[in-house]
């Protein structure tokens, strides 16, 4: 069972695609569901602590890059002033 490795031409995100002997699914980025695919040559499955570091220093930065979690500090930062205004005695 093959992992495949991917990189979408349409917004760069780097991904894994387990290819099973029945999976009829054809790859598609996570992220925006583009079939643009540009196969990555894969490498042996290496672990080593300073590939760890590595994989969890990239997942990080994708994390923060994401829309999803600027959209969630925003909502955060939000509710925080609205519960700031609410508590707060007015003079």
Sequence with gaps: MPILEYACKACGRRFEFLKLPTTTTVAACPDCQSGDLERLVSGFAVNS????????????????????????KVAEAEYIQEHIREHTPED
């Design 49 to 72: 602590p300073e590939l760890s570091k590595a994989r969890v220093k990239d997942a990080r930065r994708q994390l923060k890059a994401s829309r999803d979690y600027k959209d969630k």
